[in-house]
């Protein structure tokens, strides 16, 4: 078992011990600044709202590629504090060896093992190609409108260009190391009022139960194939979440139904076809109604390429763990970061108990990320150019 002394896990530590519950940062990203200024690095803090960002750049000193590091330092509510094993926010180590606390995995772990990472590399190599750069939010957790998409968007206005992005999510199944998610599926909401009329159970000829209206169509939309996926998405999936309808009188015909719905489709489908194949099932069934629609992100896709090659690399480096390529999950800034980077994947400590009571890490899974990132790093801005600077005066 690593020392609790290990400095990743003493800045995770000092990470968890802030309560920045979304959109709260309670200096974080300053205590994050720190360590990058003592690197050489410019550090912007970017406040929107009543978020708190973080942008910060190292020039290498060579011609090359900009690599960031991208994460959130948010986390969500902790529940009861009386239902854990130590005070949520008190970054406490078990006798297991694990670092308790809310934003352990998710994700306070993997953003000090990208600080150390690179203080580390800047240590070894204080001049290497291209650019290091770090991309961190309060705005994750939440509504993602302050966040990492106000970032990208001020960074565009400055025509910056941002090569390979890896965000730090919990993305390991059972092991440090067993998956990369090298994309998302998106996510499209909705919710759907049906329209009927209210009347007395005793007298249906004189009502319209919306209830029995939608049962035919629902059925149908259950049913449906959307699509057949890709080589890297499951097949697009159509889940109804609520279903609510009704006086809470037992003799009363409802007069509306309401159902919130969510699309996660993979890159095959478009938003605007799967409204479009919704709305004519509702329309077959003659159904009066409105749907509210909520598009939460388009699905993003990095093929195999450099940077899951480069990803692989580094994390055989450090472990024998075999590595599988995932779009599985729910949304993440990765989606935002897509729009402005060419590759983009994600990749971080086990996802078992994100979001749960007990949020748990093992301190040698901090460790682990610490190395692996570590390689990532000099992978693409040392080795990696070195190669090819080489290839190219060979030819």
């Known amino acids: 078992m690593p020392s609790v002394d290990s400095r990743t896990v003493a800045l995770a530590r000092e990470l968890i011990r802030r309560p920045s519950v979304t959109p709260r940062d309670e200096g974080c990203c300053a205590l994050i600044a720190g360590h990058l200024d003592r690197l050489g690095f410019k550090t912007e803090v970017m406040p929107f709202g009543d978020v708190t960002n973080l942008w910060a750049v190292r020039e290498g000193g060579r011609p090359g590629p900009t690599l960031v590091l991208a994460g959130h330092i948010d986390v969500v509510p902790p529940g009861p504090p009386e239902a854990w094993r130590s005070p949520p926010f008190a970054a406490a180590i078990t006798t297991e060896g694990r670092l308790i606390g809310r934003g352990a995995a998710d994700m306070k772990s993997s953003v000090a093992a990208f600080v150390t990472a690179t203080e580390d590399f800047i240590g070894q190599h204080p001049s290497f190609h291209g650019r290091l750069a770090f991309l961190i939010t309060s705005d994750e957790e939440g509504p993602a409108i302050d966040g990492t998409v106000q970032v990208l968007r001020t960074l565009a206005h400055r025509g910056e260009q941002l090569n390979y992005c890896l965000v730090g999510e919990p993305t390991s199944g059972l092991q440090v190391g067993d998956t990369i998610k090298n994309g998302r599926r998106g996510s499209l909401s ?206």
Request: charged content about 15%; glycine content about 6%.
């Open 190 to 395: 909705g919710q759907l009022t049906i329209f009927g009329k209210q009347g007395h159970v005793a007298y249906p000829h004189l009502a319209d139960n919306p209830i029995h209206r939608f049962a035919p169509a629902l059925a149908e939309l259950a049913s449906i194939k959307w699509d057949d996926g890709s080589q890297y998405f499951p097949p697009t999936t159509w889940q109804v979440s609520n279903l609510q309808a009704g006086t809470g009188a037992t003799n009363v015909i409802p007069g509306a139904l309401t159902a919130s719905f969510n699309f996660r489709f993979a890159s095959v489908s478009t938003p605007d076809a799967l409204k479009a194949r919704l709305e004519a099932v509702l329309d077959r069934h003659n159904l009066e109604h409105r749907i509210d629609w909520n598009l939460g992100g388009d699905p993003y896709l990095t093929p195999v390429g450099t940077l899951c090659d480069a990803m692989r690399f580094a994390i055989s480096s450090v472990t024998t763990v075999e590595t599988t390529l995932s779009t599985s999950g729910g949304t993440s800034d990765g989606r935002f970061i897509a729009k402005h980077c060419r590759e983009v994947i994600e990749f971080g400590p086990p996802n078992a108990t994100i979001h749960q009571v007990n949020e748990s890490i093992a301190l040698d899974e901090i460790d682990q990320l610490h190395l692996i990132y570590r390689a990532l790093i000099s992978r693409l801005l040392i080795e990696l150019p070195h190669q090819q600077s080489n290839d190219s005066k060979a030819a």
